[in-house]
Structures are given as C-alpha cells and as structure tokens.
C-alpha cells in the first residue's frame, strides 16, 4: 500500500537536502532538471516501498546520451527517463554534445563526485573517453556501455545489437533489393561510433562477396546532421550517375530523403537505414525507404538498467543481445516504437 514519504525520509534517499526537498515538492523554481527528477524518483521509489530498507538510499543510475543525435537516441532517451525508479534504483538521463568526446569525457568524470553509483553511455570510440572511464573505474562505479561500444577493460558490458550483423543484413537486403547493377552510396556519422564502423564493415563485405554486380562508389559523413546529410548526398548524385543504392548507418534519413525527392529520385535507388521512428515508418509506407534494420530500443533501455542493478546487487550474468530485427512496408504494425 502507498504511504506519503516523509521529507527528511526523501532527501535522505536522494542525497539532498530537506529545503531542496520541498522546493521539487511545491514546485518552486531554482532547482536543477536532474536533482528535481532524482528527488521525483526517490519519493516514488519510497511510496511503492521499492527501496530495500537496508540502504540508506537507492542506488543511482546516470545515462548518459548524445543531445540533438536524432529520433531514435531521443526515444532511448525518453524510454530510459519513463523508467524513473526501478526496483531499488532511481534512474537519470543527462545529455553531452554529440560527437565531442571532450564534452563525453567531462560528463562522465563528474559522475564521480555526484554520488553515483553506476553508468551507461552510449560511447564515442576516443582516448579521451577512454582516459575518463578509468577514473571511474578506479572510483568504484561500474560503467556499461549502450546502442555503441568501445574496446575497454573498464566497461563491464555492452547492450545493444550485433552491429556486423545488422550492417550483414542491410547488405544482404540491399542485394535483393536492386534490381540492376550500379554504385551505392554509404552515409556514415564519422569516425567515433563503434557501432556505425561495424556496420559499414558487415555491409562492405556482404557486397563485396556476394553482390559483385554492385560496387560502393564512396562513403558520404554526414554527422548526424540532417542539412549537412542532405548536401553530401545530393552533390554525390550529381557526381555518380548509376547510384542504384543508398545505406545510411546512423542518423540524418530525413537528409537522405530530401536529396531522393529533391533529385527526384526516391523511387528508383533503393535506400535502407536502421531503426524504426516515426520518419522512417513514413518513409516506408510512401515508398522512400525500402528497408528498416531495427532494434527494439525500449527492451534495451529496460536491459540496461536491469543489468546494472544486477550488477550492484552482486547478481551479475552477461547482458543479453538487442535482436535485428528487418522491417519493411509491410510488418510495421506491432513493431515497439514510439508513434
């Protein structure tokens, strides 16, 4: 049965202090977005008598993502925040500025000194980051990494899909999917996303070997950014006249499809990307884009929060593997993504 938590009871659970406390309660101004959601969560966590009596407080769980990285990282985003207090944890979701590995770096160092007591982040494959995550690691607060990892002894795991895979499955789709030999474009985010490099690696090889009628004219950086995408595609089709084929790995589809309609050509180049949304679910039902390479983000977000529990609870098992999932015009419905 739900019970009012009592002040002091709350700032105790959330690490701050009782007049903090009561500016969130009575919703008074002067408060940070993330201490009024962290006490939100305390008093909720307290009122479902989810918190175990023996601490002191919940455990606290920052996530950290990319700001501005597009609609999927935002629905992650939102499905991470939706969770509020789970189980013994409260749950809080900050944004660093995306593709900075700097501005990454710094988010995470602070954690140490923020009374943290576990991390996810969605990697930016950078020395830097690299050299953060240590100090982490020496302060005690284990870090797993979300949707794109890095090779670090200092993570204690990854949740997300097997990217090789799913870049596989795009070329394997794309392959199928054209009708006549010609150049395919490939957009990437950059260098820093583990996952997008896999991808790439898994769509070259595929094509490379079992599509020799189809040749990669190039790879296009758009960075995540949905003008900028939409530039470099449109002076790539005017440069390579036989582009029958375009996989974006990463963000900016809404780039992409404006260079297909300005260029007049969405309906003839076959254009596969990842990751259902409500832009891409729209893409293919007008017939833009021929392919989705999906991953259930809202299950992810529910892993990894999950596993960190496990993890700080001393029940630790590996983290399980985000499923690829290939969605086209006609299985759309059913599929969990945000409408």
Not at 37 to 66: C, H, M
């Amino acid at each position: 049965m739900k019970h009012s938590p009592r002040i002091p009871d709350i700032a105790r659970h959330a690490g701050v202090s009782t007049a903090t406390v009561d500016r969130v309660l009575n919703n008074r101004p002067n408060v940070r977005a993330s201490t009024r959601q962290r006490v939100l969560q305390a008093r909720d966590a307290l009122e479902s008598g989810t918190v175990l009596q023996q601490r002191q407080r919940p455990w606290r769980i920052k996530v950290i993502l990319p700001s501005n990285a597009g609609p999927s990282t935002e629905y992650f985003a939102r499905c991470i925040q939706q969770l509020g207090s789970f189980g013994q944890a409260t749950v809080e979701c900050e944004f660093a500025v995306k593709m900075e590995p700097v501005a990454l770096a710094r988010k995470l160092r602070a954690c140490v000194n923020q009374r943290i007591d576990a991390v996810a982040f969605q990697a930016l494959d950078d020395p830097r980051v690299a050299h953060a995550l240590a100090e982490l690691n020496q302060a005690g607060i284990p870090c797993v990494t979300v949707l794109s990892g890095m090779e670090s002894a200092e993570v204690i795991g990854h949740i997300g899909s097997n990217n090789r895979a799913a870049g596989r499955t795009a070329g394997v789709m794309m392959g199928h999917m054209t009708h006549t030999p010609g150049d395919i474009l490939i957009v990437t985010s950059g260098d820093l996303y583990r996952a997008h490099e896999a991808r790439e690696m898994g769509f070259r090889a595929v094509i490379r070997n079992q599509f020799p009628q189809l040749r990669i004219a190039t790879s296009l950086v758009g960075r995540d950014d949905i003008d900028h995408t939409c530039d470099i595609v449109c002076s790539a089709l005017e440069k390579y006249a036989a582009v029958v084929g375009i996989y974006n790995v990463g963000a900016g589809n809404r780039g992409i499809a404006r260079a297909l309609a300005d260029a007049a050509l969405a309906s003839e180049i076959v254009f596969i990307g990842h990751n259902l949304t409500p832009k891409t679910h729209a893409y293919l039902l007008d017939g833009t884009m021929n392919a989705v390479i999906h991953q259930n983000l809202h299950n992810a977000a529910n892993d990894t929060i999950e596993f960190l529990i496990n993890h700080l609870t001393g029940q630790s098992a590996p983290p399980g593997m985000v499923p690829v999932e290939i969605i086209t015009r006609e299985n759309t419905d059913g599929v969990m993504f945000e409408s």
